[in-house]
């Protein structure tokens, strides 16, 4: 059976810890390979070689360093059939949307070609008699980004586009679920001219991942993933002095206001909330129709769409999703099912009993739809990443914005309306980091920047654009004084000021 192993210092390496782990074939449930999984001393030899990288990758000028990321991008672009083939066998999502996974990710990879521009510092002339002041963006070194199953391609390149072009070396730990795209990228690199030890992939499980928090040599550690992992690896990490940022769990809600085109709604609720099978952070889980009338006509709308919704093999062109990527994570979304049911909400779609002929054995989870969901309901507190859609009425807008505001989650959020003062006042008061006007995924583009709010995220910055070149550099600030005739003699015991 074929094997991934990790890409260390240019070359594949064969794991040694004697662990490893079974990655599926979610369209018909059958382990198509293994991955290795990492020990501290297989994490150590990266982190090794990455140092013995990184001054000289820090020494190449941004330009140089811009050409690499702009060959990569090209050989991505010239790959991109067999990345989206790759990273569907694996996750399960739809060959249109793993093409949109790695596009999203190349996107980010463009804006790092920006790099030259972006990294530049400040300067201040004649800041005192013969002074001036400025500031350089410095890489911080060794760098780690520890990424999830749902967005194989696209976070990794979130994390590395950036973290490399500002002169980094960066370990990426992925998902073990689906690790063979991240390992694609780090190859291509290396043909795009990346030197070796500059992007290198660890596989590996907990054991990986506290190698990296406990590893005295890398600075930064970027996480994606859910918000119980997310929060220990910023504690620990931050306790290890490291700088972290940490993105987490969602619970997305739309709110539907009276005035809003249903139809148009309806469309977008589908793609939003069933897309990916609903294994997206910034899926739509939670619909708020404002007021009975609005929701009584959106239930009636949903219902037959969700009902008809296909689900077929990813390989399917007509498919609206394919498989959950393990049998666990569906598992998972069926007990939450059956909690709804418990709890006292409606299941007006249950998709539990679906089967898919020919495929019996793979992941697939047909689409359902809860109405009357409240806030007191542990499947409307928890986030539960499956195609599954909530509703939650609210009779009025004061309380359709109270849900996601009050929600322990912040990550997206959308509201759809005509009114535009409603949905001005919505995106000024909503305590949610990303807001959606007529857009079901406000997912911002590469040169603005990802993050969301409250439990959704643990750190100050958030993910690419600006705020990215901010994670992965640190600043310096020098001032210099030319006097002319030389340094004066005596010296002064107060502090310098400006009077
Ligand atoms: P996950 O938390 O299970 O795994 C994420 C990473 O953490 C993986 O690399 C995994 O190997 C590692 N990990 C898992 N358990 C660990 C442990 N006990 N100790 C240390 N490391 C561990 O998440 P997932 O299931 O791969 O991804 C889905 C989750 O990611 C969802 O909660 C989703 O909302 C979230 N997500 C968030 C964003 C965002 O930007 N906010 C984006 C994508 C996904």
């Given at each position: 059976m074929r094997t991934i192993s990790h890409f260390i210092n240019g070359r594949h390496v064969e794991g040694t810890s004697g662990r490893s782990g079974d990655i599926f074939n979610p369209a018909t449930g059958e382990v198509q390979a293994k991955v290795a999984l990492a020990s501290r001393a297989e994490l150590r030899k990266a982190v090794e070689a990455a140092q013995e990288a990184f001054p000289k990758w820090a020494a190449v000028n941004?330009?140089?360093r811009a050409r690499v990321m702009f060959n990569f991008k090209t050989l991505v672009e010239k790959n991109m059939d067999e990345l989206a083939h790759l990273l569907s066998s694996e996750h399960g999502k739809v060959l249109a949307d793993a093409r949109g996974d790695v596009q999203r990710g190349l996107e980010v990879i463009e804006f790092a070609c920006g790099i030259p521009h972006l990294q530049k510092g400040e300067y201040t002339e004649g800041a005192g008699p013969g002074i001036d002041i400025y500031s350089m963006r410095q890489p911080l070194g060794v760098v780690a980004g520890i990424t999830p199953f749902n967005f194989p391609a696209m976070i990794p390149m979130w994390m590395f586009g950036v973290a490399i072009a500002v002169g980094n070396c960066f370990i990426n730990k992925p998902s073990e679920k689906d690790p063979?795209?991240?390992?694609?990228?780090?190859?291509?690199?290396?043909?795009?001219?990346?030197?070796?030890?500059?992007?290198?992939?660890?596989?590996?499980?907990?054991?990986?991942?506290?190698?990296i928090l406990e590893d005295p040599d890398i600075s930064a550690v970027s996480f994606v993933g859910s918000s119980a992992i997310a929060e220990y690896v910023y504690?620990?990490?931050?306790?290890?002095?490291?700088?972290?940022?940490?993105?987490?769990?969602?619970k997305n809600h739309a709110i539907i206001m009276p005035d809003a085109d249903l139809d148009q709604v309806t469309n977008e609720l589908m793609g939003a909330g069933y897309g990916s099978a609903g294994e997206r952070c910034m899926a739509i889980s939670v619909a708020v129709p404002v007021g009975e009338k609005t929701a009584d006509a959106l239930v009636q709308r949903l219902k037959p769409r969700v009902e008809a919704l296909k689900i077929a093999p990813p390989t399917d062109p007509e498919a609206a999703y394919g498989p959950m990527v393990t049998a666990a994570q569906k598992q998972r979304v069926v007990d939450y099912i059956q909690m709804g049911v418990k709890e006292g909400a409606e299941l007006v779609v249950d998709g539990r009993g679906f089967k898919l002929q020919g495929y019996e054995n793979g992941f697939y989870l047909g689409g359902s739809l809860f109405d009357r969901v409240t806030p007191a309901m542990q499947t409307y507190k928890d986030e539960i990443f499956g195609p599954v859609l909530q509703i939650a009425r609210a009779p009025d807008f004061e309380t359709a914005i109270s849900l996601p505001t009050k929600h322990q989650y912040?990550?997206?959020?959308?509201?759809?309306?005509?009114?535009?003062?409603?949905?001005?006042?919505?995106?000024?008061?909503?305590?949610?980091?990303?807001?959606?006007i007529n857009i079901p995924i406000p997912v911002p583009l590469a040169y603005h920047t990802?993050?969301?709010?409250?439990r959704s995220a643990f750190g100050d910055v958030n993910v690419h654009g600006p705020e990215g070149v901010r994670f992965y550099t640190k600043i310096k600030t020098v001032t210099a004084r030319w006097p002319k005739g030389g340094v004066r003699e005596n010296p002064d015991f107060n502090i310098p000021t400006m009077k």
């Open positions: 941004p330009q140089r063979s795209v991240p390992m694609r990228l780090a190859e291509l690199f290396l043909e795009a001219g990346g030197p070796p030890g500059v992007l290198q992939v660890v596989n590996g499980d907990k054991e990986a991942v506290d190698a504690s620990k990490g931050t306790a290890n002095g490291k700088r972290v940022q940490a993105m987490g769990g969602a912040g990550n997206g959020v959308a509201i759809f309306t005509r009114d535009g003062d409603a949905a001005r006042e919505f995106a000024s008061r909503v305590q949610v980091g990303m807001v959606g990802f993050g969301g709010w409250k």
